[in-house]
């Protein structure tokens, strides 16, 4: 609650105010039972007909005052609400949007996603709901307890003596009702697995006429999933009937009790109907309550979960940019590098070559051979475990994280379009001049395709780009990627959905038209093999570094791909 | 709605109890006001004059009356949560068998997350609004009418009370419905949006740092935030008052009852002439209060009701429009069997378009005898799978006729039809299961012999071998790592285990390492021996040895002949063959 009491501090006087209110529309609540049983008891038996009217006006004027005061109160609530959660989330993007990839991959994406969205979401109804109802309840539970001592003492014993069990009921049956729906939910998700995979596979299962195999795989998750949400629901069913039935045992028991103090006079017939009202509104308090606490602990996992990301994000140093210009020849340098992702084994290992300014890099690999690991590592996505790596001859640690990534144009594996125009998509946030956009998205071959659509580069795309075809996308990317005339053009298997004929006018463009050093990682012989150094790499080492044909000749590997490819996929 | 009423026509015996125990716990629950009020009035005596016998007549009659009632409305409960299971049991079956029938068109044009949410989200809806909401309005229009008559039989002259208050409630009802119902929506669209971006943002986050783009995509993040909050307070502003308003609507009449029931009350206990319609006892009262909070509570209730049902509508609309999608249309009757055909096929002059107005294949015409090789090239998307969808019958042709040994594929049995063909496709298709059962997938009668022999041939054998659970390792989305390469070994496994004379194949293997590539070549090679063979050819030796090619773009197929032809030609498979060359 550490975070909460953080956010909530900067509003401590809109959040007094808001319980002062809150605290006097609850009083005011509580006094209209008081008021009821006091004109039934003591101002119609005395015969004052101009009495009962002036308590009936107060009694109507402390339901507006309530009104009044609730309304103002919760509106008080949803501003500070607002305000915190503004905040929150604010916060919570900048963190996620600066974690480092080493804190990304440790925290997982889906998990931040889910910070961002469903843990602030209930933050956020939280902060609401407890000023709304979390001061009403507790007050509307006490002053009515308070008030029955006072009117009663006795039937107030009474009183007192049910509700725990009321409270206690719920609780149990809560308690055992949330597991099962817990359970319910994983069985939900068996269900939607068939549906998912069957909808993936309709081919497959058409064409070996599998319906009937599929029809009764679904069934037996079908039946899982009523049997599950069955047994939930049977449970859970008992809560309301057991409640009203304390509640209304309750009153049975304040009633018979009450006739023996009437008729001895120690009590009067009015405040038994007071109770009765007093009762409705405490043990209705008592399940609010029961709320609240579910809510809590729910809200307390999420802050929870926020606050971890952001105290990984406080943790953060950033080094400052150095503003030292190029030097030497040499544009990157690899010194017997090596890396792990987890503690067992090396991703990569002693990796060391240097590339001339200009010049282009091929690194070619089966998956999992670390070729994208040595971009990152070039980029600082991750530090190197041991080695150094130096960009224009510093070492990397040298520049600043913005500064050291303004020298990249990237396009990595499966990378992301946002929802936005094609222009937008280009300049990704960078400040670039139309003209400039123009001309990358010529350089990458889009052009023709972007200036095909009706509203040319105000063309909106669909979120990762699904309104384009894989090469449209990957040519957009590109494009992204030189639009900001880098100094390395980066591209991790990027060129893979792209025709050849398209591929060799890309690779034509980028070496006439920038002098870019260029890193090509591949899978394919022939996206490298115009390279001017091409790494072969196996299990995380080189074991082949030169130019095609010198690889052909003494490289193993690099002749068994290439022959196996026998000029790869020529017509895709 | 009527025809989702139908589903309960199948329990008449589950739906009669249910009305019987909803009516009498909720008509036992209304007499306790009553009979309270009752017992306070043997109270009110005052000093030494309480009327013991009755009271514990009426005390023992709430224990029995409240008892009674609370078990009937947990048999209720207990009933409907399983009427309501049985029923959403039914319909998910229903959906899913229709889905089984429907043509493979369907799923092309359905995104899967539709179909998704209408089998669980929207049959979910429809369920709670079935067994649910149609209850409580049940219980609701008895417990208003009950209180109302109740009220009527304690005293006429204080139901006036409600000609103020009622009319009130409506028209804050209207006034929620009309006015802050849309601003809730609004805030549910802007907190889309807002997850939306955050989602897209996040799983782009390295490109983000890549090009240092953190700040910008900060500042719209804020934007989105700051319209979020806004439609959140902006909604929460008016939304403040429904909870007070409804209270307030509640103590307002137990003020005026209280006020005119106290001066009712007066003139009963003073003026001997009153009329009796007049009269009132302070149990009367008391009674008079519980009803009106019960009277309240439904009628509060009525819009959030409403616009349930409303969502449960359009819920059932849905589902009805999936389960009225036309099946695959059916064999024809004089369909024959055709269990092992030679391998024979012919297009004779077939014309085919996914929509009538765009026809992709113009008169085509092919003539494949047992045993060759077809190899489809071109570009991404360019309709490749077209032929495919015909030979399967995925899609039916609307002029010509695909033949297979001589015969109308019309006139044979789709199941037969399909035997007849094994297939690999570019996207393996396995699903949560052993490994053993996603090989023997296509068959009921195979022994563990038979799936290794065909993972042997596969060379998927010794990597099962070394996993720890062997052939019944479970495959699932976050289980065992397995590679897309592994994935497409085990189905080129399945395909093993067929003896279909007719091969189809999607040469396809992007992303995979050279030497599972290597194995999954020499696997499809395996497969392609003996059998004819469509090949989606990625693969210059498969291309060069096919007995023809058919080269397609932008749906339709170009040009057509063996690799000589084609380079001799010098069309557009010769500009690509040659561009890599350059």
């Known amino acids: 609650m550490k975070l909460l009491v953080h956010y909530l501090s900067p509003l401590k006087k809109a959040l007094f105010w808001g319980f002062s209110i809150k605290i006097l529309a609850s009083v005011l609540e509580l006094l209209l039972p008081y008021i009821l049983s006091y004109i039934l008891d003591s101002v119609v038996p005395a015969g004052e007909m101009k009495m009962i009217f002036f308590w009936g006006g107060m009694m109507i004027l402390a339901a507006l005052g309530a009104y009044f005061g609730n309304v103002a109160a919760n509106r008080n609530a949803a501003r500070v609400a607002r305000d915190a959660s503004r905040a929150i989330r604010h916060d919570l993007f900048e963190a996620t949007m600066h974690l480092s990839s080493r804190e990304v991959d440790g925290l997982t994406v889906p998990s931040l996603e889910s910070r961002l969205t469903s843990d602030t979401y209930h933050l956020h109804h939280f902060i609401g709901m407890i000023q709304r109802i979390g001061v009403r309840a507790p007050m509307l539970l006490i002053g009515g307890i308070a008030i029955t001592f006072f009117l009663d003492a006795r039937l107030a014993l009474i009183l007192l003596a049910t509700l725990p069990v009321i409270g206690v009921s719920i609780f ?108 409705t509104l405490m043990s209705s308090s008592i399940a609010v309550l029961t709320r609240i606490f579910v809510d809590y602990s729910r809200s307390l996992a999420s802050a929870r979960r926020i606050d971890e990301v952001l105290s990984v994000y406080h943790a953060h140093k950033e080094s400052p940019d150095t503003g030292d210009a190029a030097t030497g020849e040499i544009a990157l340098e690899f010194r017997d590098v090596s890396f792990a992702y987890g503690e067992k084994y090396d991703t990569v290992s002693h990796i060391s070559f240097s590339l001339e300014r200009g010049k ?213 | ?138 219980a609701s229009t008895v417990t208003v009418v009950g209180a109302l008559f109740m009220m009527f039989s304690i005293s006429r002259p204080l139901l006036l009370i409600f000609a103020v208050t009622v009319p009130a409630s409506i028209l804050f009802t209207r006034f929620k419905t009309k006015h802050i119902h849309p601003l809730f929506r609004a805030r549910s669209v802007k907190l889309g949006e807002l997850n939306g971006y955050a989602e897209e943002m996040l799983s782009g986050q390295k490109t983000v740092r890549a090009y240092s783009a953190e700040d910008v995509t900060i500042s719209r993040f804020d934007t989105r935030n700051e319209a979020a909050v806004g439609a959140y307070y902006k909604a929460e502003w008016y939304g403040a008052m429904i909870g007070p308003a409804v209270n307030l609507i509640n ?174 496709l570019q996207d393996t298709w396995l699903f949560y299961g052993t490994i053993f059962e996603n090989i023997a997938y296509g068959r009921e009668d195979v022994t563990r012999e038979d799936v290794e022999r065909a993972a042997r041939a596969a060379y998927i054998h010794d990597f099962i071998l070394s996993l720890p659970q062997r052939y019944d390792t479970i495959l699932s989305d976050d289980g065992v790592n397995i590679s897309k390469g592994q994935k497409q070994l085990i189905t080129i496994a399945r395909a093993m285990l067929s003896d279909a004379p007719i091969l189809i194949l999607d040469e396809a293997t992007s992303n995979v390492d050279s030497r599972t590539e290597q194995k999954i070549q020499a696997a499809m090679h395996a497969l392609m021996r003996h059998r004819t063979a469509f090949v989606i050819a990625h693969r210059l030796s498969t291309v060069q040895n096919a007995d023809v090619i058919l080269v397609v773009q932008k749906g339709s197929v170009i040009e057509r002949g063996t690799h000589e032809e084609l380079l001799a030609a010098g069309g557009f498979y010769a500009t690509l063959y040659r561009s890599q060359f350059t």
């Open chain 1, 172 to 279: 149990f049956i809560t308690g055992r009702g949330l597991p099962l729906y817990q359970k319910a939910h994983a069985s939900v998700d068996g269900m939607v697995r068939v549906v998912r995979e069957d909808c993936g596979g309709v081919r497959v299962i058409k064409a070996l006429s599998r319906e009937q195999y599929e029809k009764e795989r679904y069934d037996a998750a079908n039946r899982k999933l009523v049997a599950d949400e069955t047994r939930a629901g049977v449970t859970m069913a008992l809560t309301q009937p057991l409640m009203g039935l304390f509640l209304n045992l309750g009153l049975v028991l304040v009633i018979f009790a009450g006739a023996y103090l009437v008729d001895r006079d120690l009590s009067k017939p009015g405040k038994i109907i007071a109770f009765i009202q007093y009762f």
């Open chain 1, 360 to 572: 282009t890099l091929g690194i070619i690999g089966a998956t999992g051979a670390g070729k994208s690991t040595l971009l990152r590592l070039a980029m600082r996505f991750y530090e190197a475990k041991d080695g150094e790596i130096l960009v224009d001859g510093l070492p990397i640690a040298h520049y600043g994280e913005a500064e050291l990534h303004k020298k990249f144009g990237v396009v990595m594996q499966s990378d992301f379009i946002a929802a936005d125009t094609v222009a937008e998509n280009i300049r990704f946030g960078r400040e670039i001049s139309e003209e400039k956009v123009r001309r990358a998205a010529a350089l990458a071959q889009a052009a023709e395709y972007i200036e095909a659509f009706p509203d040319g580069y105000e063309h909106m795309l669909s979120a990762k780009g699904t309104n384009l075809s894989g090469g449209q996308r990957q040519r957009l990317l590109i494009a992204r990627a030189l639009a900001g005339d880098p100094e390395f053009l980066v591209l991790d298997d990027a060129s893979s959905a792209l025709d050849y004929k398209t591929d060799a006018a890309l690779r034509r463009t980028v070496r006439e038209a920038l002098c870019a050093t260029t890193i090509v990682v591949a899978q394919r012989v022939s996206s490298v093999m115009y390279a001017d150094l091409i790494l072969v790499l196996d299990r995380g080492r080189i074991i082949g570094a030169g130019k095609h044909d010198e690889l052909l000749e003494n490289c193993a590997l690099y002749r068994e791909i290439s022959e196996s490819q026998m000029g790869g996929a020529i017509l895709e």
């Open chain 2, 1 to 138: 709605m009527l025809r989702m009423a139908g589903y309960l026509k199948h329990y008449p015996v589950a739906v009669c109890t249910a009305l019987f125990l909803m009516l009498g716990s909720n008509i036992l629950a209304l007499a306790g006001p009553k009979i309270s009020g009752l017992a306070i009035d043997a109270i009110a005596g005052g000093r030494g004059r309480v009327d013991f016998p009755a009271v514990r007549r009426y005390v023992l009659m709430l224990v029995v009356f409240y008892l009674l009632s609370a078990v009937m409305a947990y048999l209720l409960s207990v009933l409907m949560v399983r009427l309501g299971q049985k029923i959403i049991y039914t319909l998910r079956r229903q959906v899913f068998e229709h889905l089984m029938t429907l043509p493979v068109s369907y799923f092309d044009s359905h995104p899967t997350g539709d179909i998704i949410s209408r089998i669980s989200y929207d049959i979910d809806t429809l369920n709670t609004s079935l067994s649910h909401d149609l209850l409580q309005l049940a």
């Open chain 2, 251 to 424: 103590n307002i009449s137990i003020a005026l009852i209280t006020l005119f029931g106290g001066v009712l009350f007066l003139l009963t206990q003073t003026k001997a002439d009153l009329l009796p319609i007049f009269m009132i006892t302070l149990g009367g009262v008391s009674s008079f209060v519980q009803y009106s909070r019960k009277f309240a509570g439904p009628i509060n209730e009525l819009a959030n009701m409403m616009s349930e049902f409303q969502s449960a509508l359009a819920a059932a609309e849905r589902v009805f429009r999936l389960l009225d999608e036309p099946s695959e249309v059916p064999d024809r009757e004089d369909a024959v069997k055709l269990p092992r055909a030679r391998g024979d096929v012919r297009f004779e002059d077939v014309t085919f378009g996914y929509t009538p107005d765009k026809t992709v294949l113009h008169h085509f015409s092919l003539s494949v005898t047992s045993g060759q090789t077809v190899a489809i090239v071109g570009p991404t998307g360019a309709g490749k799978t077209t032929v495919i969808n015909l030979l399967m019958r995925f899609y039916d042709i609307s002029e010509g006729a695909i033949c297979l040994d001589g015969r109308d594929v019309r006139e044979i049995t789709r199941e037969t039809l399909r035997k007849n063909y094994t297939m690999v």
